[in-house]
Nanobody, 118 residues
């Protein structure tokens, strides 16, 4: 069964750090790009970051550039999102998703909650 499972969300103070994991099963990570998205209450889902399959090219939304780092470990079939200098506006449910052959994101995880608050 094809699955993406996020973990690592937590309550953290402003300025703190978290590392999210996206553990993949049912398919090999290697050929696929993976994206991280987030959705805050009352807001639309937004793309946060993605990493390509071929050369590991990365993309970051302007709102997280310089604070978040995406990486992939093909041997562990896992993608990570290191989040530093967290701000209250980073509070959201974070999702990872696979970008399929049609370049659409076709499989999604269930999400992990990140709350940044003092």
């Amino acid at each position: 069964q094809l699955q993406l499972v996020e973990s690592g969300g937590d309550l953290v103070q402003p300025g703190g750090s978290l590392r999210l994991s996206c553990a993949i099963s049912g398919f090999l990570l290697d050929p696929y790009a993976i994206g991280w998205f987030r959705q805050a209450p009352g807001k639309e889902r937004e793309g946060v970051s993605c990493i390509s399959s071929s050369d590991g090219t990365t993309y970051y939304a302007d709102s997280v550039k310089g604070r978040f780092t995406i990486s992939r470990d093909n041997a562990k079939n896992t993608v990570y999102l290191q989040m530093n200098s967290l701000k209250p506006e980073d509070t959201a449910v974070y999702y990872c998703a696979r970008r399929g052959g049609s370049l659409e994101y076709d499989y999604w995880g269930q999400g992990t909650q990140v709350t940044v608050s003092s």
